[in-house]
DNA sequence: GAATCATAAC
DNA sequence: GAATCATAAC
């Protein structure tokens, strides 16, 4: 998300494009999850110079760091799970929770505009919409098989899988669709258009610090449902928002609440719920 | 460790002497690792107190916070593995690796003292080896227990076992004592005397910063085997021990180096060699 | 020792 | 956005 609303921006050149926070396996769809250890850079020069006139602070450079993804999905084949004609899925390289995807609209007139500017677009949001439900349930299948062994409501189906029974005779199992959840931040930092396909629990090392949990569990996170807003919508005011950022942290899973300072405490509490989740 | 040599400190009062950096289930010795959620605090006044006079900054309490393990050990069942006539052995609240104990000495008359004074009693720095022999085979147990499964050199060992072959015609098996280090660090941060006894990899989340690193795997940490240190040693340097704090990094595993600004770089590398480590 | 917060520099 | 470094306050 981005530091806080309208800020000035010095001229900056960037480092890498695509370094991992995590590692073990590597192999884009099969790893969902495993992001990367290096990794190559855009190839060209993809980031515009306005530097040497008065006002317009240059653009912070990594904030194009998901530009290479969309002009050349090819060069990540970790990253990249999907390409279809309008959008690029990719895993999320800081992934916040244990299924992070980010949905990227591959049209040059959109990935260009903020969320609440391109999702007016009708045609626009009805593709990203369709896109995004084909992406989630790729994110759930990915979760089941994650997670899905130590789920007691899938022990009966997985138990028939075991004995090779039929799709018709196997019992329904966890509904892990339920648990992917989609959406835009209300201040986004990085410049291209993405929308997050998450899982709700929010156990990762990723997450560090305040903003990232409260980016992703306040009105900060935008339903892509919810989408286009409506003007006056509050999700649109700037103080609201950066306001949310900095709220007392409530538990995803059970509503407990953790003073805003107790980030610490409220990891613990998201290792205790992860166990507990994850045996559902 | 200590922040950095001689540091004059203020007198404040300290918070909880035991909350947890882990999570998961709970039970001392068969959950070896997991750390505590919340627990008790020390019972009584465990802290001396000297403010008034001039010079003699009171000491931090914090740095008390191990006493009561050895004051009261039965109120703390879920952190301490075992208690002889001479020490106490408990998880470390913050492991910094797969494996990371304390072992705590219960004597009145060695346990206040900086490890170079209290190793140069004889008798005293002889039962600490045995202690911690015994104490580092149950490290190596409990080590094998959480890694076992992923070892090539275990397998055939594990088939035996699996078919139930006696002990006589089962092969040998993984060294998991070679991968356990038992030692003090230079400059200790807490107040009374602990040896580590840790297993090698670094593995864990609460391994946060440049000296948590350092302090394990430069010679900051001090082998029990080497005491007690002639004088003279460059060990006994303080500003040997504070550039060691400061170093590059080098891997313990592959001996690769990283610059000391890279440390997330290395807490990559880590982890692939974590993955690469277990499966020996 | 752990943890929160603020600040550069990428 | 991530990451390093310094600084209180426990
Ligand atoms: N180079 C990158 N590749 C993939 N994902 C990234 C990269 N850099 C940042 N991210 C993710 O992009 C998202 C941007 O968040 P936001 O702009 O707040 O919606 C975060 O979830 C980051 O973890
Ligand atoms: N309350 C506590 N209970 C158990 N271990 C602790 C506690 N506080 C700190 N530690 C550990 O004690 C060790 C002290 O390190 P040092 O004084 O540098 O040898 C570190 O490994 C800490 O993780
Ligand atoms: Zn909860
Ligand atoms: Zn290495």
Known sequence: ???TAEDAEDFKPDSDASTSATSKKRNAF???????????????GSTPSYHGT???????????????????PESFPKAVIRVTKDTVLIQDQYPKATIHLLLL???PKHYD??????FKDEAFISMMKEEAASAAKLAASELSRKISRFSASDKARNEAMESLASEAEMPPGRD?????RVGTHAHPSMRHLHVHIISRDMHSDCVKHRKHYNSFN???FVSLA?????DGDDRLSTSFQNANLEKDFVCWRCGKEFRKDKFADLKRHLDVEFELWKKE
Request: glycine letters at 2%; aromatic letters at 6%; charged letters at 30%.
């Open 30 to 44: 099969s790893e969902l999850m495993a992001p990367k250890p290096k990794s190559a850079k855009p190839e060209s």
């Open 105 to 107: 609209p591959r049209s």
């Open 113 to 118: 505009l903020h969320p609440k500017e391109a």
């Open 54 to 72: 008065k006002t317009k602070p240059k653009e912070k450079s990594w904030r194009g760091n998901l530009l290479p993804y969309i002009q050349n």
């Open 218 to 220: 306040t009105s900060f």
């Open 226 to 230: 919810d989408q286009p807003l409506a």
């Open 1 to 3: 998300m981005a530091e």
């Open 176 to 180: 892990y669709l339920s648990e992917i």
